[in-house]
């Protein structure tokens, strides 16, 4: 089925005067970085055996497809809508030439089908020297980085006209480890006309309650 776009009904959509004031009169994005505790989390991936930049993504992945606010587009004239379903958009480091590539996969609500799939795009771009291997990334993709080697108390990302940018941006930081528990620095950026603090604070929540309690994998 095509993913396309649902318009929002502005006749009753309670966001409607927030999402046109932080359009038109104040547009702007916001940002958070946050520590999410993890111990429960590592300590089931490591004797799992699977993948930590894919277990991340795909818990990422499942809380931005459960909420519309998430997931918000522009139609062709400029009216907010929601895409049906999101993927995560991410990067795999190529260390001999110290360079990315951006590649993307479609969110699979089967996590070992999204980590085998995952893992065989990483596998085959781990020495890609370009940034877009497969091509430029779909629209219906959310951007999703990470900083394995570095810890961070704060992080802001500039963009240039990027006000039509709806969709969230997060980057993962490096673990720290304090008082017995592992956190994981994450931080979030998103547009203001989609997203308020209330739904930032519930995204955080929401994606450590699933850390914390990681059967899924």
Same mark, same amino acid.
């Given at each position: *089925?095509?993913?396309?776009?649902?318009?929002?009904?502005?006749?009753?959509?309670?966001?409607? +005067?927030?999402?046109?004031?932080?359009?038109?009169?104040?547009?702007?994005?916001?940002? *958070?970085?946050?520590?999410?505790?993890?111990?429960?989390?590592?300590?089931?991936?490591?004797?799992?055996?699977?993948?930590?930049?894919?277990?991340? =993504?795909?818990?990422?992945?499942?809380? &931005?497809?459960? /909420?519309?606010?998430?997931? *918000?587009?522009?139609?062709?004239?400029?009216?907010?809508?929601?895409?049906?379903?999101?993927?995560?958009?991410?990067?795999?480091?190529?260390?001999?030439?110290?360079?990315?590539?951006?590649?993307?996969?479609?969110?699979?609500?089967?996590?070992?089908?999204?980590?085998?799939?995952?893992?065989?795009?990483?596998? +085959? /771009?781990?020495?890609?020297?370009?940034?877009?291997?497969?091509? +430029?990334?779909? $629209?219906?993709?959310?951007? &999703?980085?990470?900083?394995?080697?570095?810890?961070?108390?704060?992080? /802001?990302?500039?963009?240039?006209?990027?006000?039509?940018?709806? =969709?969230?941006?997060?980057?993962?930081?490096?673990?720290?480890?304090?008082?017995?528990?592992?956190?994981?620095?994450? $931080?979030?950026?998103?547009?203001?006309?989609?997203?308020?603090?209330? /739904?930032?604070?519930?995204?955080?929540?929401?994606?450590?309650? =699933? =850390?914390?309690?990681?059967?899924?994998?």
């Amino acid at each position: *089925m095509e993913n396309t776009p649902v318009p929002i009904d502005l006749a009753t959509w309670p966001r409607r +005067e927030h999402f046109v004031y932080y359009r038109e009169q104040v547009p702007c994005s916001w940002s *958070m970085t946050v520590e999410v505790d993890v111990t429960a989390f590592v300590e089931v991936l490591r004797a799992s055996g699977r993948k930590t930049y894919i277990a991340q =993504l795909w818990a990422l992945a499942s809380i &931005v497809n459960r /909420h519309d606010e998430f997931r *918000m587009a522009l139609t062709p004239d400029g009216d907010p809508a929601t895409w049906p379903a999101l993927h995560p958009s991410f990067t795999v480091f190529n260390p001999g030439l110290e360079i990315f590539a951006v590649l993307w996969a479609a969110y699979d609500p089967d996590f070992g089908a999204f980590h085998d799939a995952v893992a065989a795009l990483l596998q +085959e /771009h781990r020495t890609a020297n370009s940034l877009f291997p497969r091509g +430029e990334p779909p $629209a219906d993709v959310f951007d &999703v980085s990470s900083l394995p080697r570095t810890s961070f108390s704060a992080l /802001h990302i500039q963009t240039r006209g990027g006000v039509d940018h709806l =969709l969230p941006i997060f980057t993962l930081g490096r673990y720290v480890e304090r008082d017995d528990r592992t956190f994981l620095p994450l $931080a979030l950026q998103v547009n203001h006309a989609a997203i308020d603090g209330f /739904h930032a604070s519930r995204f955080v929540s929401e994606f450590e309650a =699933l =850390l914390a309690d990681p059967g899924w994998l």
